[in-house]
């Protein structure tokens, strides 16, 4: 079993208080970070650390840090990026529910490290009785001083809010955040500048998700350097995953990076394997924006090698053979689920998500999801229609201002490449497409490419 | 269903709420509490947002309609349109498809005898589709109000839907104790 770094105390009764949360170790990082070390110094642990964004994109955070510009006489912001919105990703409101201390002690410790003096944590709106339960913690930890005015006597002052968002996808994007955050529309802006320069109102502003945040804590306790012992090359760490789909135990579990893909899908002390004794078809590793891969590619690379869970292994073969860690949403479909409606509810995803800022993606979504709905729901596909599909998708990727319209176009992409025979399928057995019950098929679509496994 | 108020006015207790929900920013940024705003305003005024409302939202905040109408038109969770007493907003995104999500749709379509984006004509439900809730760990979901109803089956369905018309509460994201330290 790893080492459990985030949820170590996750079973302990009344870990959700500041008095329990206390009494297991917790606010150690904030005293050690505020009494012995410098900003640099945590700033440094950090990069030592190797930790990466475990929003998505992966960038690594010390690096991030120290991007961030600190004009005489500018406020500095710190905002948590909790607007956890990425399909297959829930990670981050398990964390919050169950040990919401855990991200406001990571927010105290990163601030002090950036020298902010306010910080906001914005939760997408759905989540309100999460807002309630960080509402409740921000308020223990100013009563017992960890907030507020001079924090254990040594002059920093930090005050922390909660935002709620409003329904909006694209208000992970973290300009788009920052636009809501200000109270606008959700549209992502032109960069550069980049938020570290110009950020919240229009000052220097690091903008990082839940898990990052909370990962600041271990990293300050055990020091980098220990940190970046756990995992494999610049994997390093515990990640949280978000395990869905066709398997025996949905949830959320924290795995040493390095573990194989194999051992997190079938151990018992992970996924548990494929629910009700079906095979496995394919599974989407890091939420709905990575390419979906076909089960013996998911379990070892193009060239046989057993495939791992981090971010180099994953992404091995690029998009051809390969995937990516993302989020840590990882989605399981079994024999029966239909490639092509998944990704027809995919691209209504980013269709009813696209901000309409860019004509590529607000139009290409719609695009998608209309040659999709006559495939798959209607049976009034084309053979033609594959190709536009991989068309329309190409057309949108690199051509929009944030990374929305990539991870439309992305799904396309590899769905048709790997899965491309049950497009023709759906052509060319439009009176089969009505009898399909939901896109579960009653027999899996026969491959002629390689064996479920 | 709620008839549109002509003169919307917060009570003396969200009021306080909104005054305080301002000071989280600086000075001259507090156009910032405009979506918290317009989720109590939605709470207090029948669940849904109406022009009327939009435009008292303004006021408040001292800051022109259109800045309102342009963010209440572009999220989700803001109803530009009465709802049912009950909104339930079922999650359809792939991994709760994977999980069985469409089987619950068919079910609330049939007990309730509506489709999706309709009111039962009692005023009773709205059926809604949304995009993930981040649920999916714990799908077929939907959600109503704050509240996640997670793990679904057809007889979990009915128990809720019973529950929900027997409490007889307009479902809320929030309450004015939403945004409260205490």
Known sequence: MGKKLLLEHLNVPGIQTLQVYREKGGYKSVEKALNQMTPEAIVEEVKKSGLRGRGGAGFPTGMKWSFLAKP????????????????????????????????????????????????????????????KILEKAIAEAYAAGWLGQNILGTGYNLDMYVQAGAGAYICGEETALLESLEGKRGNPRMKPPFPAIAGLYACPTVVNNVETIAAVVPIINMGGDEYAKIGVGKSTGTKLISAGGNINKPGVYEIDLGITV?????????????????????????????????????????????RLMTYESLSDGGFVSGSMLGSGGFFVYDEDASIPYSLYTLAR??????????????????????????????????????????????????????????????????AIRHFRHEFEWYVNNPHEVAKIKNGKLNAPIPHPLYEMV | MSSINPT???????????????????????????????????????????????????????????????????????????????????CHTAPCWLRGAEDIAGHLEKKLNIQFGETTPDGMFTLKRVECLGSCGTAPMFQCGAVFYEDLTNEKVDTILTDLRTANVQSSYVDSDTFRRN
């Open chain 1, 72 to 131: 005489e006489g500018k406020a500095r912001y710190l905002v948590c990026n909790a607007d956890e919105s990425e399909p297959g990703t829930f990670k981050d409101r398990f964390l919050m529910e169950k040990i919401p201390h855990a991200l406001i002690e990571g927010m105290i410790t990163s601030s002090v490290a950036l020298g902010a003096n306010t910080a906001y944590i914005y939760v997408r709106g759905e989540y309100f009785y999460i807002i």
């Open chain 1, 349 to 414: 995803f980013y269709h009813h998500e696209s901000c309409g800022q860019c004509s590529p993606c607000r139009e290409g979504t719609g695009w998608l999801e209309r040659i999709l709905k006559r495939m798959v729901i209607d049976g009034q596909g084309k053979l033609s229609d594959i190709d536009l599909l991989a068309e329309v998708a190409k057309k949108i990727e690199g051509n929009t201002i944030c990374p929305l319209g990539d991870a439309a176009a992305w799904p396309v992409a590899a």
């Open chain 1, 262 to 306: 194999e051992e997190f899908l079938y151990s018992d002390e992970y996924c548990g394997g494929i629910a009700n004794g079906k095979k496995l078809k394919a599974c989407i590793p890091g939420g709905s924006s990575v390419p979906i891969v076909p089960g013996h590619l998911l379990l070892n690379t193009l060239a046989g090698e057993k």
């Open chain 2, 8 to 90: 919307p006015a917060f009570s003396a207790d969200t009021l306080e709420v909104v005054h305080s929900l301002i000071k989280r920013y600086p000075e001259g940024k507090h156009k910032s509490a405009l979506l918290p705003i317009l989720h109590l305003a939605q709470a207090e005024f029948g669940g849904w947002l109406s022009a009327p409302t939009m435009d008292y939202v303004a006021t408040i905040l001292n800051i022109q309609a259109i800045e309102v109408y342009e963010v209440a038109s572009f999220y989700s969770m803001y109803n530009l349109k009465p709802v049912g007493k009950c909104l339930i907003e079922l």
